[in-house]
Nanobody, 114 residues
Framework: QVQFVESGGGLVQPGGSLRLSCATS????????MNWYRQTPGKERELVAT????????NYAQSVKGRFTISRDNAKNTVYLQMNSLKPEDTAVYYC???????WGQGTQVTVSS
């Protein structure tokens, strides 16, 4: 059974940092590109970052470029999202997803507020 378990969210002040983790199981993690998405109420999910199977190639939405870093540990079947210089507009539920697999986890809430 394919599973994604996101964690690491929370309440942080503007300018702060958080590191999200997504533990996966039920598929061969190293064979899939991985994405982080985020969603706010009333809006569609937004693709935030993508990482290649080896981790050697990453891509970011313009809104987070230079502040967020996606990484992965294929030995631990886990993908990460390091978020720095957080802004109130980064507030959302964050999800990880394997490209080409139609499964979603429960997400983790990130709230940026003073």
């Amino acid at each position: 059974q394919v599973q994604f378990v996101e964690s690491g969210g929370g309440l942080v002040q503007p300018g702060g940092s958080l590191r999200l983790s997504c533990a996966t199981s039920g598929f061969t993690f190293s064979k899939f590109e991985m994405n982080w998405y985020r969603q706010t109420p009333g809006k569609e999910r937004e693709l935030v970052a993508t990482i290649s199977r080896s981790g050697g190639t990453t891509n970011y939405a313009q809104s987070v470029k230079g502040r967020f870093t996606i990484s992965r540990d294929n030995a631990k079947n886990t993908v990460y999202l390091q978020m720095n210089s957080l802004k109130p507009e980064d507030t959302a539920v964050y999800y990880c997803k394997a490209v080409a697999l139609q499964y979603w986890g429960q997400g983790t809430q990130v709230t940026v507020s003073s």
